[in-house]
């Protein structure tokens, strides 16, 4: 069974940094896609940044140049390294890893969330 255990959120001052961890285990087939996504209240979850096995990352305009995320697949873990944090990054941040079968199917799973509060 995949289990997705994230940490490394917490309360930050605007300006700050944290980074966020995401280990993944019971993975039986490769990892194609790992990444972070984030809910605000009252609003939609929203894609932050993804990053290939291969290396290739996407950014939501929002984060770029403030957000890294990058992975140590001996450990099949994920960071994502936030700085200059802002208010408006207040949300829970969500981990998703993407699993690809030998067949093709790439099947989602998801992390529990971890909250990020920005204060201003």
């Known amino acids: 069974q995949v289990q997705l255990v994230e940490s490394g959120g917490g309360s930050v001052q605007a300006g700050g940094s944290l980074r966020l961890s995401c280990a993944a285990s019971?993975?039986?087939?490769?990892?194609?896609?790992m990444g972070w996504y984030r809910q605000a209240p009252g609003k939609q979850r929203e894609l932050v940044t993804t990053?290939?096995?291969?290396?290739?990352?996407n950014y939501a305009d929002s984060v770029k140049g403030r957000f890294t995320i990058y992975i140590d697949n001996a450990k099949n873990t994920v960071y994502l390294q936030m700085n200059s944090l802002e208010p408006e990054d207040t949300a829970l941040y969500y981990c998703?890893?993407?699993?690809?079968?030998?067949?093709?199917?790439?099947?989602?799973?998801w992390g529990q969330g971890t909250q990020v509060t920005v204060s201003s």
């Open positions: 998703n890893v993407v699993v690809r079968a030998p067949w093709g199917t790439r099947t989602p799973y």
């Open positions: 019971g993975i039986v087939f490769r990892i194609n896609v």
């Open positions: 990053i290939t096995s291969g290396g290739s990352t």
